[in-house]
Nanobody, 117 residues
Framework: QVQLVESGGGLVQPGGSLRLSCAASGSVFGIYDMGWYRQVSGKQRELVAVLISGGNTNYADSVKGRFTISRDNAKNTVYLQMNSLKPEDTAVYYC???????????WGQGTQVTVSS
């Protein structure tokens, strides 16, 4: 039905940058939101950024001014540009697609981001 394939994670030093990519494929009908979540082992998954179907964006307070969510319609891909990375940004990052008609969430496989010296 719907597949989300993520890429771009890795190891960076504090203050560095990464760009995560999420390519969507399959059948998606109706309007939907897309976002990025992250999860540290032993903690709850938290929302990082969301791109609303109407065009609005929202960010967690901890990443405002540092992260930017965007999309490339031609490539059916959503991005998360991560700048000024901090050690506390270390987590597995997941791409999410949520339909608004008969609300359903789809998840990517996750990509590890590690910020360390």
């Amino acid at each position: 039905q719907v597949q989300l394939v993520e890429s771009g994670g890795g190891l960076v030093q504090p203050g560095g940058s990464l760009r995560l990519s999420c390519a969507a494929s399959g059948s998606v009908f109706g309007i939907y939101d897309m976002g990025w979540y992250r999860q540290v082992s032993g903690k709850q998954r938290e929302l990082v950024a969301v791109l609303i179907s109407g065009g609005n964006t929202n960010y967690a307070d901890s990443v405002k001014g540092r992260f930017t969510i965007s999309r490339d319609n031609a490539k059916n891909t959503v991005y998360l540009q991560m700048n000024s990375l901090k050690p506390e940004d270390t987590a597995v990052y997941y791409c999410n697609l949520r339909t608004k008609i008969s609300p359903t969430s789809y998840w990517g496989q996750g990509t590890q981001v590690t910020v360390s010296s």
